[in-house]
């Protein structure tokens, strides 16, 4: 119980210092905007040829953009801790009984609540393009959402404690995304990909989670994409909770 109350005290009070400067959130969502303004419409005619998965332009374009809004939003949230180091805030709650699980698990969920704000918000402005979307289908979507939220928070803030310096995060963050990004599929599927390239694409986990995402968008409920992505993420979120839940302690002790 202990836990869970110092979960919420951490969640309340790392929401709050977001909604006080909301720009970010705000950024958080223009950048996939700009590609569903920008990009999106250039697939009206690639979805016309061969090879491109069923369900329409933008039904298999915003599945891969919140996949990506995914990432981003929760890859870069050690900038933010690294911010509170310096300024002694862990430093201060090191010295107090608080749950050293919680100071993860408060955080991380702050984070997964920001993206669902923000997917949300993508969700909606797409729909004039030509989105088409059940409830269903997207309700499964957006906890997928939540479990990418829950493996990336974690490594974010396991490499700020480790590296505790931006310019060191910022070269390793990108290091780790923009393949991550590549490889998954959300820009143009990979079924476009030579076979090589679509081996490799399968080692990552976000690959099956757009590949989930998109059948869950277009209903295909019996795609077995949907739960060996949902049994994966879980996994992946398990494991990297559990990292960083020591690493806070190792680093909070």
């Known amino acids: 119980m202990e836990t869970i109350r110092d979960t919420w005290l951490i969640y309340q009070r790392s929401l709050?210092?977001?909604?006080?400067?909301p720009i970010w959130v705000a950024f958080g969502i223009i950048q996939p905007v700009l590609y569903l303004l920008l990009f999106g419409p250039l697939l009206?005619?690639?979805?016309?040829?061969p090879g491109f998965p069923p369900g329409g332009a933008f039904n298999v374009f915003?599945?891969?953009?919140?996949?990506?809004?995914?990432?981003?939003?929760?890859g870069y949230v050690g900038f933010g801790l690294i911010d509170e180091m310096r300024?002694?805030?862990?430093?201060?709650?090191?010295v107090t009984p608080m749950s050293r699980v919680a100071m993860l698990l408060g955080r991380s969920l702050r984070d997964v609540t920001l993206l669902l704000a923000q997917a949300a918000m993508l969700v909606l402005l797409a729909i004039p393009f030509g989105l088409e979307i059940n409830p269903g289908g997207v309700a499964v979507a957006f906890a997928m959402l939540t479990l990418i939220g829950l493996m990336m928070s974690p490594v974010s803030y396991i490499l700020a404690?480790?590296?505790?310096?931006?310019?060191?995060?910022?070269p390793v963050v990108?290091?780790?995304?923009?393949?991550?990004?590549?490889?998954?599929?959300?820009?143009?599927?990979?079924?476009?990909?030579p076979d090589w390239l679509q081996t490799v694409a399968k080692f990552n986990p976000l690959y099956h989670a757009v590949a989930a995402i998109?059948?869950?968008?277009?209903?295909?409920?019996?795609?077995?994409?949907?739960?060996?992505?949902?049994?994966?993420?879980l996994v992946l979120a398990a494991v990297t909770i559990t990292v960083g839940a020591r690493t806070f302690?190792?680093?909070a002790s």
């Not at 009206?44 to 040829?49: H, L, Q, R, T, V």
């Open 214 to 233: 998109r059948a869950l968008f277009n209903a295909s409920y019996g795609d077995s994409e949907i739960v060996f992505g949902v049994v994966l993420l």
């Open 44 to 49: 009206n005619n690639i979805a016309k040829m």
């Open 87 to 94: 300024e002694g805030v862990v430093e201060r709650m090191r």
């Open 174 to 193: 990108n290091g780790v995304t923009v393949p991550l990004l590549l490889l998954s599929g959300v820009m143009l599927p990979m079924s476009f990909a």
């Open 249 to 251: 302690s190792r680093a």
């Open 16 to 21: 709050t210092l977001s909604l006080r400067n």
């Open 161 to 170: 404690l480790t590296l505790k310096s931006e310019d060191a995060l910022a």
């Open 62 to 74: 915003v599945p891969g953009m919140l996949v990506m809004t995914a990432l981003f939003s929760s």
